[in-house]
């Protein structure tokens, strides 16, 4: 068995790990740390009582080089960086869920915040399986992508090559508020966002310049993007459309099928998709249409799941020589 940790098991994605890991036929759950420490993992989240017991330590560099082969960092921006550069120097590989190793330099301290481990930001490979997955098996420090970006991604990356550059690529994207995290804000508070939807930070979100870079990684095509995402009344679930023009008339699922025929955790759809039949699962549900040149693609993903906690386990299963598929959940939750 693989020993592994979780450093930020307080938080939602850090519960989809742990749940995750329970009956992982590979990975051993090792070591478990919060900011704060000294607590059962049943007292942070009691839905586990009577499945696991398990203390919650306060977060110690040699603490987890000793007892861990493999850690996911599911803490908070800029959190993770001088974490993550101890471990590396002390041999344990690392998953980390922020988007503290997602982005060149520039691009993260025009979004975020000056970058205090250029040295291994370099290295760090983006954690989207089906574009990187032979860069992850030999890996040492994966960055999870964003939520917003894996389901973007995963829609318009095959139609980059039939896009007019000169065209923006519009997505209106909507997720559930767990994707907000538990600390409550106004925008999350129940008065606020039940029986509503609103877009926040239209067209300024800093995962635009992530889908834009990584457009340009994957194809050398440089897309503008303009990106608005909303809040739904739903606790998880993500709803992606995409919006560009083409520079020829194609067959959009066809495109699709060429793409993914040979990826397990991609299914298309014959009509769009739902965030329902994805909730609870691994999966990436898309679908494409066309109106003459307007392309539509319509992308659904669990946020917690395939947005973050399952896309970080299927990349740990690749770092450490384990199938791919190993713990991943597929049964969605319906009705």
């Not at 059962?40 to 017991?53: N, V």
């Not at 095509?221 to 998880?236: C, D, E, G, Y």
């Amino acid at each position: 068995m693989i020993n592994v940790g979780i450093i930020g098991a307080s938080g939602y994605t850090g519960l989809e790990l742990v749940k995750m890991l329970l009956n992982h036929p590979s990975f051993r759950l090792n070591y478990l740390a919060t900011s704060t420490g000294d607590v059962m993992l049943e007292e942070l989240h009691p839905a586990l009582l009577d499945l696991i017991t398990f203390p919650v330590e306060e977060a110690s560099v040699e603490m987890i080089a000793e007892r861990c082969e493999l850690v996911f960092l599911a803490l908070p921006h800029k959190a993770s960086m001088g974490l993550a550069r101890e471990l590396i120097e002390r041999g344990v590989k690392i998953v980390d869920l922020s988007a503290d190793y997602r982005l060149e330099r520039t691009t993260y301290e025009a979004a975020y915040c000056p970058h205090e481990d250029p040295e291994h930001l370099g290295e760090a490979v983006y954690g989207l399986i089906e574009y990187y997955r032979e860069e992850i098996k030999v890996a040492r420090l994966v960055a999870g992508p964003g939520c917003y970006p894996t389901a973007t991604l995963l829609g318009i990356l095959p139609f980059i090559p039939y896009i007019d550059p000169d065209a923006p690529l519009f997505v209106d994207a909507k997720s559930g508020v767990s994707g907000a995290g538990k600390k409550l804000s106004e925008t999350s508070h129940f008065v606020t966002i039940n029986d509503n939807i609103f877009a926040y930070n239209p067209l300024k979100h800093r995962h635009a310049p992530e889908i834009e870079e990584k457009i340009a990684k994957v194809h050398g095509a440089k897309v503008s993007v303009s990106f608005v995402p909303h809040l739904i009344p739903a606790t998880r679930g993500e709803l992606v459309s995409v919006y560009a023009t083409l520079k020829e008339e194609i067959d959009p699922m066809e495109i699709l099928e060429r793409a993914y025929a040979m990826e397990r955790f991609i299914r298309l759809r014959e009509k769009p998709v739902d965030i329902k039949s994805t909730a609870g699962t691994h999966f990436c549900d898309l679908y494409a249409a066309r109106n003459g040149k307007a392309l539509f693609v319509s992308s659904a993903i669990d946020n917690l799941l395939r947005g973050a906690a399952s896309q970080a386990l299927a990349a740990a299963n690749l770092m450490m020589g384990v199938d791919e598929a190993a713990g991943l959940p597929v049964i969605a939750y319906v009705p």
